[in-house]
Every structure is written in structure tokens, then in C-alpha cells.
């Protein structure tokens, strides 16, 4: 069974910085060749939106809203995918979830992942 936990959400001022974290069991990184990993978030009266997406081979898939600002990445060997996020706005306030799919076409559309996480709260303070 997959199970996927986010961590380190928090708050912070406008420009800062925060690196979240999401731990992925039960989806083996390496031998996942067909497999995505996301990020997504929710703001309040706002639909879920994808952000970033990595593939297994490592390819990347970025928003315009995020474009520049975030990096997404994953450690292999600890089953730990990575969004590190910088110049943050406060339109970046967010509940920020990470996702687990296979054979995903459209990497930041929500409906092409299968396994979800909790989420993790990030707000950010003009």
C-alpha cells in the first residue's frame, strides 16, 4: 500500500524560503520506471492546483505561477521526494499535498494520481 506524509509546511515572511518534504512507502523510487510524483496545493476557496510534477527519469514539470521560485527533487535511496520553495508571495498560502501516479499524460492535472498525502500548511506573511 502506498502511503505518502509531507512535512514542513509552516509560516514565513514574503521572500523567505521553505523546503517540504514528503515520504513515500510502498513506491519504490528506483524501480518505478512509469511512475510520477507531484506536488499540488489548495488555498482557501480555491480549486486543488498541480505545481510540479518528477518523473523517474528525473524529468521536471513546473506551473507558470511557480516557474523559477520552486524546485522539485527526490533522494532515491531515502524515498523522499523534495519541493523547495523560494521567493515566497503570499498568493503561495497554501495546504500543499504531495501524489504518487503511474503512466501520468498530464503531470500537473490531479486526476492522473492515485495516491495522496495529507498535506502540510504553508502561509506566508506579507
Known amino acids: 500500500q502506498v502511503q505518502l506524509v509531507e512535512s514542513g509546511g509552516g509560516s514565513v515572511q514574503a521572500g523567505g524560503s521553505l523546503r517540504l518534504s514528503c515520504s513515500v512507502s510502498?513506491?519504490?523510487?528506483?524501480?518505478?520506471?512509469?511512475?510520477?510524483l507531484g506536488w499540488f496545493r489548495q488555498a482557501p476557496g480555491k480549486e486543488l492546483e498541480g505545481i510540479a510534477s518528477i518523473d523517474s527519469d528525473g524529468s521536471t514539470t513546473y506551473a507558470d505561477s511557480v516557474k523559477g521560485r520552486f524546485t522539485v527533487s527526490k533522494d532515491n535511496a531515502k524515498n523522499i521526494l523534495y519541493l523547495e520553495m523560494s521567493s515566497l508571495k503570499s498568493e503561495d498560502s497554501a495546504l500543499y499535498y504531495c501524489?504518487?501516479?503511474?503512466?501520468?499524460?498530464?503531470?500537473?492535472?490531479?486526476?492522473?494520481?492515485?495516491?495522496w498525502g495529507q498535506g502540510t500548511q504553508v502561509t506566508v506573511s506579507s
Open positions: 501524489a504518487a501516479g503511474q503512466m501520468v499524460a498530464d503531470k500537473l492535472r490531479t486526476s492522473e494520481y492515485v495516491h
Open positions: 510502498g513506491y519504490n523510487f528506483r524501480r518505478n520506471y512509469l511512475g510520477t
